[in-house]
């Protein structure tokens, strides 16, 4: 990674390089793309200042007993690790 993107931006993958990305059909949406629209939405502000960071948003996608790692095992039988790229402190959403 860009030691640029590292300190001016964020990225994020879906799942590592050796694995799927899955579906979630009764959302309607990719297992990531569900549950980061609904950590953009506030689910993932863990101290409820009303902002979200690269961190909070990580540890909520990422979350092995609630997020993306476990409904991919629940509903596919299959791993499913996304990550979020960036300045831990960086705030993405306000509201």
Not at 40 to 56: H, L, P, Q, R
């Amino acid at each position: 990674m860009s030691p640029s993107i590292a300190t001016q931006g964020a990225s994020s993958s879906t799942s590592r390089g050796d694995e799927v990305s899955g579906w979630y059909p009764e959302k309607r949406h990719g297992l990531f793309t569900y549950f980061f629209l609904k950590g953009i939405s506030g689910d993932a502000d863990v101290d409820k200042n009303g902002e979200i960071t690269v961190k909070e948003l990580k540890q909520f996608l990422t979350d092995e007993t609630e997020g993306v790692p476990y409904w991919a095992r629940r509903l596919h039988s299959k791993e499913q690790h996304p990550d979020v790229f960036g300045g831990e402190g960086k705030v993405l959403v306000k509201y």
